[in-house]
């Protein structure tokens, strides 16, 4: 009886993402062509065209980000796991997971005031700061987290040997828990590629290709945002395209955390 | 955790794991240890009281006693790895041939270079090779001279009883290896940095008695070049490898004499109630 209950559960997990899928691809599949991957928009109610500007601007949004997000919050899990006394690394704790929580749009807002509002318009920096500081805290949590997973005994064997705190930490620690924060990061990546809310104000959008990382960009999101709400069926069909290639982007991402970390865990606890 | 950097790092003697192979000097006759009213506390417990003991260079001493009654707290003292416990407070004098070990300007990091150090659990580094684990203390302390560690990861693994199960496979994962062999790198790992003794902590309690039967001819062999402490809660042990045994019981050390005599002919009624198994 339980296990029926749970079967039944467990299924309605797994059939949204089926039901989704299966969706998108009856929708999208057809319209994802070359054109699409490599043209530019055509103007407002000509046929054809293509995502590439978006397409490419996610990537950038996304390296932004990453640039931000995973040096700080590498650094501050390895803080906040090897160095912060107990009351110092709750409180942290406490606030990372608050803004974990944060609703995104929050942080677009934030930007705006920040970024947008000084530098007098929408740019890439704006957008990857935005997506950034949403990885921030993720990427705490998740690195503490795989540091908290190695065991102390290495710590130990590391520092009877004369090692130096600091290299016991790169070399040994950080090196054990590897895999694990690679896996954190590029979770992060897939979460923050589909955000749209912090970029409608950030990232702005752009029909064109930008010049330079000063100029509002196209992003998969806000076009997809953009296409589905516009009048035209053509611009319905490409959003349908442009949102399966985003959820097989963070689909490829997590399959491939899958296989990095295969085999990896057990080395931990062994 | 202990902000070691307030410690100035200090001049001399020279990290013995940095120059060439150190000729051994002639232990100075008497001490390697010499620990005078050494107290332990974790926070508000106090696990150590009191405890004095002179460790003799080149021998093998045993430290028995009952689960809880400090004799670990008492190892770890010996190369500071309380340094890195929250709370925890030492007080008395440990000198290590005639040098305080807990003096001001002593860097602890160069103290457990000095004074090397075997877990009870097996733990080489997951990530690394069967030779890496064997030269990371070496690497990671700035030796970069290829030649060097080649030699002196053939030398660790033959010290350690290894060489001749692993030579052929030194690039393999260290976790390849069965826990006696996993223990016996680790051995050799403690020994590449070129300490001058050697902290065992219950270094066969996880292991089978053949892979225990090895650790202890190990230890009989490494006896002739290194100090040895050993922690032990098996009484068999510890009079089959240890010259000398220390007998703790709730934060005290009871007694301490040479092993046979303390086994055959304890001075003190606990001592002869626990080596007779009354009690433990």
């Not at chain 1, 500081?133 to 710590?155: C, D």
């Not at chain 2, 053949?210 to 230890?219: F, G, M, V």
């Amino acid at each position: 009886m339980v296990s029926a209950l749970c079967f039944a559960c467990a299924l309605m997990v797994i059939l949204p993402l089926a039901l989704v899928l299966f969706h998108l691809v009856r929708m999208g599949a057809s319209s994802v062509d070359w054109a699409f991957l490599t043209q530019l928009p055509k103007p407002a109610g000509e046929a054809g065209g293509g995502m590439a500007n978006a397409i490419v601007g996610s990537l950038i949004l996304i390296g932004l980000a990453a640039l931000i997000g995973v040096p700080i919050g590498v650094l501050g899990g390895v803080y906040l796991s090897e160095y912060a006394s107990d009351r110092l690394s709750w409180s942290v704790r406490f606030a990372a997971d608050i803004l974990n929580g944060t609703p995104s749009i929050v942080w677009g807002m934030v930007v705006y005031a920040l970024v947008v509002m000084p530098m007098k318009g929408a740019s890439a920096y704006a957008g990857g700061l935005a997506l950034g500081f949403i990885m921030i805290p993720l990427v705490i949590r998740t690195t503490e987290e795989m540091l908290n997973l190695v065991p102390n005994t290495y710590r130990e064997a590391a520092l009877a040997l004369g090692i130096p705190k600091w290299k016991s930490v790169v070399f040994i620690v950080l090196k054990t828990a590897g895999k694990g924060i690679i896996t954190g990061v590029l979770l992060a990546c897939s979460r923050v590629a589909g955000e749209t809310a912090p970029l409608l104000f950030t990232a702005s959008g752009n029909q064109f290709w930008s010049r330079n990382l000063s100029e509002p960009t196209a992003s998969l999101p806000r076009q997809i945002y953009d296409y589905s709400i516009g009048p035209y069926d053509d611009w319905h069909r490409q959003a349908w395209a442009g949102a399966l290639i985003l959820i097989l982007v963070a689909l490829a991402i997590n399959v491939g955390v899958r296989i990095l970390t295969r085999g990896s865990s057990p080395r931990l606890v062994k | 955790m202990t902000n070691e950097s307030q410690f100035s790092v200090k001049a001399e003697p020279p990290p013995p794991a940095l120059g060439p192979p150190p000729k051994r000097a002639p232990a100075p006759p008497g001490v390697t240890f010499d620990v005078q009213g050494l107290k332990v506390w974790f926070a508000a417990h106090q696990v150590l009281f009191d405890v004095s003991l002179q460790i003799p260079p080149k021998a093998v001493t045993a430290i028995i006693g009952p689960s809880g009654c400090g004799k670990s707290t008492f190892l770890r003292s010996l190369n500071r790895m309380h340094d890195l416990a929250p709370g925890a407070r030492v007080e008395g004098r440990i000198t290590l041939f005639g040098e305080d070990l807990y003096a001001r300007q002593v860097d602890p990091t160069l103290v457990r270079r000095r004074v090397g150090m075997v877990f009870q659990k097996s733990n080489p580094f997951p990530t690394m090779s069967i030779a890496d684990n064997v030269i990371v203390g070496l690497k990671l302390n700035g030796v970069r001279q290829k030649s060097l560690l080649r030699e002196r990861l053939e030398q660790t693994l033959r010290m350690a009883a290894l060489w001749d199960e692993v030579k052929d496979r030194l690039h393999a994962h260290a976790l390849s290896l069965s826990g006696g062999q996993q223990q016996r790198l680790c051995i050799a790992r403690a020994l590449a940095i070129e300490p001058e003794v050697l902290l065992m902590d219950e270094p066969a309690s996880a292991l089978d008695p053949l892979a225990t039967a090895k650790i202890e001819e190990l230890i009989l062999e490494l006896r002739k070049q290194f100090t040895i402490v050993i922690v032990t809660h098996n009484m068999q042990q510890a009079s089959r490898v240890s010259d000398f045994t220390a007998f703790f019981y709730l934060g005290r050390l009871v007694e301490v004499d040479q092993t046979k005599k303390l086994f055959t002919n304890p001075k003190d009624k606990q001592t002869e109630d626990y080596v007779t198994g009354r009690f433990g």
